[in-house]
Every structure is written in structure tokens, then in C-alpha cells.
């Protein structure tokens, strides 16, 4: 074995490069894999194909989106992103090997996919930009081969003059990648003037490539020159993309020039500083906070809510959306009234996170209004969060979500026009034919377990203009619309103590007599045996059902409040989890929400 | 996924063959299930090529026979029924005053079926245009993806864009409008980070302040002056809500508007306290065919959103004096909506100066969300005014403009899913008489139609392409050097 490895050791390395790709992204970041594969919709046909292609970079884009449509299962995306930084470290080398590296210096191949791991780091960057970047080092390979195999200029200028808009129409940008590599690779190759003038006139034509193509394109310059697909957001181009670029150009003739030595502890320590830095490197790339509201989301998809509990549990959700994912997550295993203030309460945000205009947060607060029955804006939430995607693209969740409210609420034209779409693509086909198969039929939708109790629970008669001021009141309509809503009944009785708002809560709480219950859930107890001592001494004579153990907690907090209202000890469990703690000390919730403004539209 | 390869095969085992007019077809009483639906329509000469698919369900192949009653013929086959470009116009030529009648066959199981004929009317008025100009946009609420202005040759399927919001990132356009089809001069409006109105004349942009202090919004909804002299705006506070229940979507009202013309040579407002009342919401300007008369909008000035459902407008007018610039000194109300209950938003006075086109809703100034939306024509000589029932649906039917002869209109629609708005042309006689209208025609239309996720807003015909320089101009929208606007 040890001799295979150390006959192999470039492969081995190469591969463990390859799986450790596959395992990062199959395991914690595989929540990473959903968010990038919801944020666009691939779907067979001559038209998204020219679509696609009949951009700069056209086809590397639509290979990525083709390969990003399985990261829909996890384990295919890992897989394939383990893949592509294999082919990238394994091309790196190739193509230093062939400029004159040596072997010597093989452990340095791995920087640039490394770079561009930790540039990856950043969840807007394509998959678009690392298949360039393959086609670039393809492509700087077979320069090298025609310089090898042909004497004199003519070969080599014909092959720049075909591959130059080939390979940016192809592969967008990245012609760039390749052209700077072929001036580097030129310049060390043969210092003449002629020379010299010959590369300078490769550049140049590559640059005026881009540049007429400019003209043809309803694009800003700096988009053309910086790859249109390989960034999600257009506005800007970012500097790693660029440092990755210049370093991919580079490379394999900076390792060309190092020395040769026959060193073993030169490749030993070599290995160990990449992999200490490359470690650290793409750990420290991949902000936590952002990613862990990714994986809410990824969990809400998923419906994995005993998963979004226990993340909570571990790491107080702390955010408008991560703290209303959690209260979904309650929701749904209908313990929010119970335990709702054991979990850090931002007030109603936490509820219902402001509308933001971005592809983000909108998705789960869609699935809150979905699962409420509130279905036009469920239908609102999921459109706007898939016309707010930067570049463009449609995405697959969200248009089957904006189907399920099309078919609720039996337009189903619209949805048939969607279903239509979704036929043509990979993993939402089977639904796609399942849906159009139930269209019109009235019976099959309605005894559909969650289209059947949707309908059940939308607002039929009484329409009102959505206003985030008015939650309570459009939550009293759908729950007096059908008292079986018990999500309803439970976000009207949150929204109430998260906005402490007291009055209305005792006016709203009796209303859980007509709601499924074994018991009156605790943080109404806390409420309730807070609000009756107040006015009275003796606990025995609550005419509540409440029960003992939660009596004594909600007395030990009321007397130790009582004797110090700034005891540290309130802070601890089991005080910070009463609902009096989060009414007397906390100060979430004391400025009610702002009325969300009326949109504008000029 | 898998139907979708088998379509290919098939497909393509079907492009292998021609088809051959059948022979011994069973005939069908009744008229085919065809999308579009073109059965009886009018059209003008030389329009794009009625393609069109088959609507009964499953099939093998089709094959269409066009025969002119004033000679010559055509066929075609497959399963999408697409006819040669320069055959069609040739057919619709000589075909001019006369019907082009369709024999369609369709092959079911094996078998050849043959329905009844139809007729497609072609009409002796000329378009005189050269296609259409219109905003694509996906029907949304407030956040906006791709869009952009494009135009249409009506004589072919071809589609160009004359801007798009990849250019500037964020941007959005709307209300692309020229005078009287023309496009030597034309105006739209760009929200977003980089806000202004652009006029562009002869060639020469001009990019204004989106807003000015002495008004109460940016400048919307123009209409130029017969003379080129002006454009009149309405400036508005315009805001969005969401309704709840199923039927209904978003519901868009101005809690502020006025009215106003804009003189481009001097870049100053002519500003009447008569259009700017504090009372009233006054909108959609647009200019008689002469210029001497600016019709606009105005409904009373309720609080809003709790009365949102009182808002009714009516169709009014001023007299305007283009020499000098100046306004009369009365409204006077052409056509009273509110006394039927109802609100008259969007007047397009037709060039020859005989009718008034407006679309009439239950309640508000954007109809475009409204299903029970219908577009009503009045008759300025004999003041009488009725729903165009030939061209109307029971959904949404709204936003319309003339071509030049005053003998075609566009207009867009909500009818084929509810949602998605399309675009319909339809002919009026010199009696009055409204033709059956017909959807904009498409290359493979159900398949164009289906794959097509954005609405069509504010069409408007365009006598020859319009030249604009897209790529200056998105640089100029990002460059923030804008014209600021005075009043007089």
C-alpha cells in the first residue's frame, strides 16, 4: 500500500482533494446544495438552450445549471463539485507539467481550487465560473501542444484568431483566464520583440472580442469583461473572482520557473502548509451566520422540524428569519404556545419577518402564510423571493409552491402554464405530471390532505388589503373562518404576548376553547396565572385549569421579581423561559411593529 | 422528462415526412379546436402568419389548406401548423376585401378526421404600421426580474429588444410611448436607483429629473401633442396592496395625482391649478387628434385605502391652446362613469378624431388587476359610449392604443389563463363594427404562449422600428446627469 501511494502520490493527493470536496459539501454544507440548486430551474428544450447560448459563456452556464440540478439529492452534488475540483487541480498540474514544473513542486497545484473553494465560500458564486475555468485550462493545455508541435507563428495565431471567440462565447470570461496565461506562457518562452508584439496583438484582439460584442448585447461593459453567469448578483464583479482568474493564468508558469530539487521534506512540508491553510482557509471563507440561515431554510424545505428545534436548542436562532423558522417549527409540531418563550423572541418579527426585497428571507415566511392558509400571499412571498433572484433564473421550489396556491385557489390555468414548464425538468417532473393529472378536478383537490385543508382554511368570503399591522385581525378572519386552524388560533395568541399586547390577548385566548386541546398550552397558563395574581393573593382560587408545575414556576418568577426585579437570577432557566420574563424584562416587542408601507410603484 | 424525449423522437420522426392533403377523411360537424383561436377573425394584409396548433387532445399530425376566395392557396402540415412567410403575405394580398378559408384536417389514431371550415376575414383597411412596441414584464407585485421594451414586426415573427434592465442592473422601464405611432419621438420613464424620464427626439435623448418639488410624483402615463410641441404627464402617487381572497390579486390606487404638459424644447412644466386639485385625482392625460383639447382622468380625491372601492374616475376635458401654451378655463366631463357605478380609466382618443376608447371598471385608476375590466368605446359625435363586446372576455381586457388609420386597435387581455396578459389586434369598421379579435401571432404558438412567463403591458403601434442606441443609453442612466424640469 505504501509503495502503491508513493508510486501514485500525486493521484492520491489529487483524490483526497476530490473527497474531501465531496465530503464537505455532502455533510455540513450540504444545506449549501439546496439553496443553489432552488435559486434556478434547468429544463430540457431547444429554447433554454438558446437562451442559454446565446450569451457570452452560454454553454458553460448551461452546463452548470445542468449540473446543479442535481444537488436537488445532496450526495449527486457533492459528487460532481468533487469531480470538478479534481479535473481543476489535476488540469492545474497538467498544464504546469507542461510549461516545466517540477514534480517537485506538484503540492502547489493545489492553491488555485483551493482559492477558488474558499471563493466558493461566498454562496452567489456560480458553479458557471469553476466550468470556465475547466474549459480555460483545457484550452491553455492545447495551446501549449500546438506551440510544441508547430514551428513558427502561423499555427499558434490560428489557433488564437478560432479559440479567442470560441472559447468567450462558449465559456464567457474566462477567455481572459486563458489569453493572460498565453501572454505569460509566450513571454517566458521568448523574450523577442516580435514575439512580444505577436502576444500583445493576441491580447488585444481578445480584448476587442469582448468589446464588439458589446455592441450586440444589452450588457454593461464590465459585465462582458467579468463573465456574465459566473456571479449571481450583477452589480459588481467581485476581487477574488478576479484574484482566482489572474492566479489560474498564472500558475503553471510561476511553478514552471521555481528550481528543481530532489527534496522529500520539501513536498512533505509543502503538503502540510496547503493543508493547514486550505483547511483554515475555506473555514474561515464560509461565514457561519450565513450559512446556518441556510440551513433553516434547507431544513423548512425539508420539513425537518424536530432538526430546526434542536439547531435552536444548541445555537439560539437570533434573527427575524432563523426565530420564525423556529416558531414554524413549533408551529407545525403544534408545541408554540407551549413553548414559545423557551426559544429567544425577537417580538411579531418573529412571526412574520418583514417583507425584504431579496430571494431570501420571503421563502420561509411564504411557507408561514401557506401553512396558514393565507394563500395569496404565501403566492406573493414565493414570487417575489423568485423575481428578486439577481441573474434572473426561476427557480424550482418556489414555482411549485406558487403553483400549490394557483391550484388552492383554483386558477388553474396559471398553474397549468407552470405545470407545463416544470415537465421539462429534471426532479419536479413526476409532481409536475401528478398536478396536471388533478387539475380541474375538483374532488381529487379537495380531498388532497393538505390542497383539501388549505382551501378549508383560506380566506373565502371576507376580503381585506394584507396589512402587517393588522395581523391579529386578519388571523382572527381566518380563524373564525374555520375554527379547526389551529396555527392560526396559535400565531394570533403569539402575535398578542409577542407585541405584549394584554389586552387583546385576553380578549383573543377563550378563543382556544373551540381548538383541539388537552390542555391550555403553558405560556397561556404563565400569562393567565400572572395576570389572575395580580389582583389576587390566593394561587388555589385560579379559575383556570393550569397546572402545577407551571403554577410554581410562574409564582417562584413573580416573587422573585417581585423582590428584586434585577436579580441576575432571572436570567437563568427556568425564569428566562417564563412568559413574564419575556412581558417585565425583555425588551423585544416593545416597539410594535411598523406598519409596512403601502408599495410604491413610480 | 421521459415524455419529453419521446416528444423528440416522435418529433422527429415526424419532420422526416411530409404531409399530403388527406384523402377520404371523415368529416367532422363541427369547427376545429385550434389555439389560437383564429376562427373568424380579421385581419390586415401582409400581417405575421396565422400559425396555429391543434387544441383536441392527443394527435399524430395536422394538415391545413388556406384557400383565398379571390385565388390562390396554401397548405401546410405537422403537428404545429406554420405556413411560409412570403406565401401567407401573397395569400393575404390578393385575398384583400375577400375570406381565407381553412380546411383542417387532423390525424387521430390512424385516422384522418376533417372539420368543418373557417373563415379568416382579410380586411381592406391597411395597417399601415410596422409592428408594435410593448413592455414585457412577469405579471408580479413589487420586486421586478427581467424586463424590457421590445418591438414587434408584425409582418414577420421577429422580436427585438429596444432596451433591456440586463443593461442597467435594478432598472425597470415603462410606458414606452410615441407620438401617433411615429417614432422619431418617444418617451418612458426608468424607476429604480437611476430614476428619469426620457424624451428622445430625432435621434437626441434627453434624460429629465425623475421628479420635480412642484409636483407630487415623477412624470407617468404620457401622451405627446399632435405637433410634437409637448407631452402631457401625470405626476402620481401611486401604491400597491394585496387582497385576500381568491379572486383577487393586488389592487394598485393613487393617493395623489395631477395632471400637466410638458414643453421639451424649454424643458418647463405647464402647470394649471385646474389639473391640480387637492380634491381630485387627475391622471391619464391624452390630446384630442387636433391638440386643442387634453382629455384626462379625475375622480374625487377619497381617503385611501379605507375607501379604495369608492374611487371612481370619469372622462374629462380641457381645452388646450398649443400656440402659446396655455389651458382653458373649465373642465367639462365627456363621459360620467361614477353615475353608473363604474370608474373610465385610460382614454385613447382615435386618430380620426371619432371615438374615445377607455376601459371601464368597477372601481380605480388600474384596471389591469381588475377581471370584471372591459374596454368601452364612446362615440364623440353622438355621445353615446358602450362596452366592445366583440373584443371584450370575462377577464381583464385593458390597456389599448390605435394605429394610424384609426382602423385597428390593440389591446392586452387577461382572457387565455387569467393571469398572464397577451396582446389581441382588432379592426373597426367606418360603421363602428368591431371585429372578432385575434392574438398576436406566433411562431408554434402554444408552445411560445406556454413557455412565455412575462405579461405584455402598454402596446402601442410603431410605423418603422425604432431606433435607439441601447448602449449609450444605459450608460447615460447610470451617469445620474439628468435635465431638471421648471415650472412656467
Same mark, same amino acid.
Given at each position: 500500500m505504501k509503495k502503491l501511494i508513493s508510486k501514485y502520490w500525486t493521484w492520491t493527493l489529487s483524490i483526497l482533494l476530490g473527497v474531501s470536496v465531496y465530503l464537505f459539501w455532502a455533510y455540513p454544507y450540504k444545506s449549501v446544495l439546496s439553496y443553489q440548486e432552488q435559486y434556478q430551474l434547468f429544463l430540457f428544450g431547444e429554447d433554454y438552450f438558446l437562451e442559454r447560448i446565446s450569451l457570452p459563456g452560454g454553454l458553460a452556464d448551461y452546463l452548470a445549471e445542468f449540473l446543479t440540478?442535481?444537488? #436537488?439529492i445532496p450526495v449527486f452534488g457533492a459528487a460532481i463539485l468533487g469531480v470538478v475540483f479534481f479535473c481543476l487541480q489535476r488540469l492545474t498540474w497538467v498544464v504546469s507539467r507542461r510549461c516545466?514544473?517540477?514534480?517537485?513542486? /506538484?503540492?502547489?497545484?493545489?492553491i488555485p481550487a483551493l482559492i477558488l473553494w474558499m471563493y466558493m465560500g461566498?454562496?452567489?458564486?456560480?458553479?458557471c465560473f469553476a466550468i470556465s475555468l475547466l474549459a480555460a485550462l483545457e484550452f491553455m493545455l492545447h495551446y501549449i501542444i500546438v506551440c510544441d508541435h508547430t514551428k513558427g507563428y502561423a499555427a499558434k495565431a490560428l489557433y488564437i484568431l478560432l479559440c479567442v471567440p470560441l472559447v468567450y462565447w462558449? /465559456?464567457?470570461?474566462n477567455v481572459l483566464t486563458f489569453i493572460g496565461f498565453v501572454a505569460f506562457y509566450e513571454l517566458k518562452r521568448e523574450k523577442s520583440l516580435s514575439n512580444l508584439s505577436l502576444t500583445s496583438q493576441f491580447v488585444l484582439y481578445t480584448l476587442l472580442t469582448i468589446l464588439v460584442s458589446s455592441y450586440y448585447l444589452q450588457y454593461p461593459l464590465f459585465r462582458l469583461y467579468g463573465g456574465?453567469?459566473?456571479?449571481? #448578483?450583477?452589480?459588481y464583479i467581485p476581487f477574488l473572482q478576479i484574484t482566482t482568474m489572474v492566479l489560474f493564468a498564472v500558475f503553471p508558469i510561476l511553478t514552471s520557473v521555481l528550481p528543481k530539487m530532489k527534496m522529500r521534506i520539501l513536498e512533505i512540508t509543502e503538503i502540510a502548509i496547503i493543508a493547514v491553510l486550505g483547511f483554515y482557509g475555506v473555514k474561515a471563507s464560509f461565514n457561519p451566520q450565513k450559512y446556518d440561515l441556510i440551513e433553516y431554510d434547507y431544513l423548512v424545505r425539508g420539513e425537518q422540524w424536530n432538526k430546526i428545534i434542536i439547531k435552536a436548542k444548541q445555537k439560539p436562532a437570533d434573527t427575524p428569519m432563523s426565530v420564525s423558522i423556529v416558531n414554524l417549527a413549533l408551529s407545525q409540531r403544534e408545541e408554540l404556545a407551549d413553548r414559545l418563550f423557551e426559544f429567544y423572541q425577537n417580538g411579531a418579527e418573529g412571526l412574520f419577518p418583514s417583507f425584504t426585497r431579496?430571494?431570501?428571507?420571503p421563502v420561509p415566511t411564504s411557507e408561514i402564510f401557506y401553512r396558514l392558509g393565507m394563500i395569496n400571499d404565501a403566492e406573493r412571498y414565493a414570487f417575489e423571493a423568485q423575481e428578486a433572484i439577481p441573474n434572473y433564473r426561476k427557480s424550482g421550489r418556489l414555482t411549485k409552491r406558487i403553483i400549490d396556491c394557483e391550484i388552492i385557489n383554483g386558477h388553474y390555468g396559471v398553474a397549468r402554464k407552470h405545470l407545463k414548464r416544470l415537465q421539462k425538468s429534471m426532479y419536479y417532473d413526476t409532481w409536475a405530471e401528478n398536478r396536471l393529472a388533478m387539475l380541474k378536478n375538483e374532488d381529487a383537490i379537495n380531498a388532497d390532505p393538505v390542497y383539501g385543508k388549505l382551501r378549508a382554511f383560506r380566506e373565502k368570503k371576507q376580503d381585506f388589503l394584507f396589512s402587517d399591522q393588522e395581523m391579529d385581525q386578519m388571523l382572527g378572519l381566518l380563524l373564525t373562518g374555520n375554527m379547526e386552524n389551529k396555527m392560526a388560533y396559535e400565531y394570533l395568541i403569539c402575535y398578542e404576548l409577542l407585541q405584549k399586547d394584554l389586552d387583546r390577548f385576553m380578549d383573543y385566548? %377563550?378563543? $382556544?376553547? #373551540?381548538?383541539?386541546?388537552?390542555?391550555?398550552p403553558k405560556a397561556i397558563q404563565e400569562i393567565l396565572i400572572g395576570n389572575w395574581m395580580k389582583t389576587h393573593?390566593? %394561587?388555589?382560587?385560579?379559575p383556570y385549569s393550569v397546572d402545577s408545575s407551571t403554577l410554581n414556576a410562574t409564582l417562584n418568577f413573580m416573587s422573585l421579581y417581585t423582590k428584586?426585579?434585577?436579580?441576575?437570577?432571572?436570567?437563568?432557566v427556568p425564569y428566562v423561559n417564563n412568559a413574564w420574563h419575556y412581558m417585565l424584562?425583555?425588551?423585544? $416587542?416593545?416597539?410594535k411593529k411598523e406598519k409596512e408601507k403601502m408599495k410604491d410603484i413610480y | 422528462m421521459k415524455n419529453y424525449l419521446l416528444n423528440i423522437v416522435v418529433l422527429l420522426a415526424i419532420c422526416s415526412c411530409t404531409v399530403s392533403q388527406p384523402e377520404n377523411a371523415e368529416l367532422v360537424n363541427e369547427q376545429p379546436p385550434i389555439?389560437?383561436?383564429?376562427?373568424g377573425v380579421t385581419i390586415p394584409v401582409e400581417i405575421a402568419p396565422l400559425d396555429f396548433d391543434y387544441n383536441?387532445?392527443? /394527435?399524430e399530425v395536422m394538415y391545413v389548406l388556406a384557400k383565398g376566395s379571390k385565388g390562390g392557396e396554401l397548405s401546410a402540415g405537422g403537428t404545429t401548423i406554420e405556413f411560409d412567410i412570403d406565401d401567407w403575405h401573397e395569400l393575404t394580398r390578393k385575398n384583400q376585401g375577400g375570406t381565407i378559408s381553412m380546411t383542417v384536417y387532423v390525424k387521430k389514431d390512424g385516422k384522418w378526421k376533417q372539420y368543418q371550415d373557417f373563415n379568416v376575414f382579410v380586411s381592406?383597411?391597411?395597417?399601415?404600421?410596422?409592428g408594435l412596441t410593448y413592455r414585457r414584464i412577469?405579471? $408580479? #407585485?413589487e420586486v421586478y426580474g427581467k424586463l424590457g421594451l421590445y418591438q414587434r414586426d408584425l409582418s414577420n415573427f421577429d422580436e427585438t429588444p429596444i432596451i433591456e434592465n440586463t443593461s442597467v442592473a435594478g432598472a425597470c422601464f415603462n410606458c414606452h410611448t410615441s407620438n401617433r405611432t411615429n417614432p422619431d419621438q418617444f418617451t418612458f420613464h426608468v424607476r429604480g436607483d437611476h430614476g428619469a424620464t426620457m424624451v428622445q427626439q430625432n435621434g437626441n435623448r434627453e434624460w429629465l429629473k425623475?421628479?420635480?418639488?412642484?409636483?407630487?410624483g415623477s412624470m407617468v402615463y404620457p401622451y405627446w401633442h399632435p405637433s410634437g410641441k409637448y407631452c402631457a404627464y401625470s405626476t402620481n402617487q401611486t401604491h400597491q396592496s394585496f387582497h385576500a381572497v381568491r379572486g383577487e390579486r393586488i389592487e394598485v390606487f393613487d393617493q395623489a395625482s395631477d395632471v400637466f404638459v410638458y414643453d421639451p424644447n424649454t424643458h418647463e412644466l405647464l402647470l394649471n391649478t385646474l389639473l391640480m386639485t387637492p380634491d381630485h385625482y387627475e391622471t391619464y392625460p391624452v390630446f384630442s387628434p387636433d391638440g386643442k383639447t387634453l382629455y384626462f382622468c379625475s375622480s374625487d380625491a377619497k381617503p385611501? %385605502?379605507?375607501?379604495?372601492?369608492e374611487i371612481r374616475y370619469n372622462i374629462c376635458k380641457i381645452d388646450f391652446n398649443a400656440e402659446n401654451g396655455t389651458y382653458g378655463e373649465k373642465i367639462d366631463t365627456v363621459f360620467n362613469a361614477s353615475i353608473l357605478g363604474k370608474s373610465a380609466t385610460h382614454p385613447r382618443p382615435s386618430y380620426d378624431g371619432k371615438y374615445i376608447m377607455f376601459t371601464l371598471s368597477?372601481?380605480?385608476? /388600474?384596471?389591469?388587476?381588475?377581471?370584471e375590466a372591459d374596454n368601452w368605446i364612446l362615440?364623440?359625435?353622438?355621445?353615446e359610449a358602450k362596452p366592445m363586446k366583440e373584443a371584450n372576455s370575462s377577464q381583464t381586457d385593458s390597456w389599448h392604443n390605435w394605429n394610424i388609420n384609426s382602423h385597428w386597435f390593440v389591446f392586452t387581455s387577461?382572457?387565455?389563463?387569467?393571469l398572464y396578459t397577451r396582446l389581441y389586434l382588432a379592426q373597426i369598421d367606418d360603421h363602428g363594427n368591431i371585429s372578432k379579435p385575434f392574438l398576436l401571432p406566433q411562431k408554434n404558438p402554444a408552445a411560445y404562449y406556454d413557455a412565455l412567463i412575462d405579461s405584455y403591458n402598454t402596446p402601442d403601434f410603431t410605423s418603422r422600428k425604432v431606433e435607439f442606441d441601447s448602449r449609450s443609453a444605459a450608460h447615460e442612466i447610470t451617469s445620474e446627469n439628468r435635465i431638471p424640469t421648471i415650472v412656467k
Open positions: 440540478q442535481f444537488y #436537488y516545466g514544473a517540477d514534480i517537485q513542486w /506538484f503540492p502547489l497545484s493545489f461566498d454562496e452567489n458564486v456560480l458553479l462558449l /465559456f464567457g470570461a456574465i453567469n459566473y456571479y449571481r #448578483y450583477p452589480a431579496d430571494m431570501v428571507s385566548y %377563550p378563543l $382556544g376553547q #373551540y381548538i383541539s386541546y388537552n390542555h391550555i393573593s390566593n %394561587p388555589s382560587s385560579i428584586n426585579p434585577n436579580s441576575p437570577d432571572l436570567n437563568l424584562i425583555s425588551n423585544s $416587542g416593545m416597539e | 389555439y389560437p383561436d383564429y376562427i383536441g387532445g392527443e /394527435f381592406n383597411y391597411p395597417l399601415e404600421e410596422w412577469a405579471p $408580479g #407585485y425623475a421628479r420635480n418639488d412642484s409636483l407630487h385611501i %385605502p379605507s375607501e379604495y372601492k368597477d372601481y380605480g385608476c /388600474f384596471p389591469i388587476w381588475h377581471n362615440n364623440l359625435k353622438t355621445g387577461r382572457r387565455g389563463n387569467g
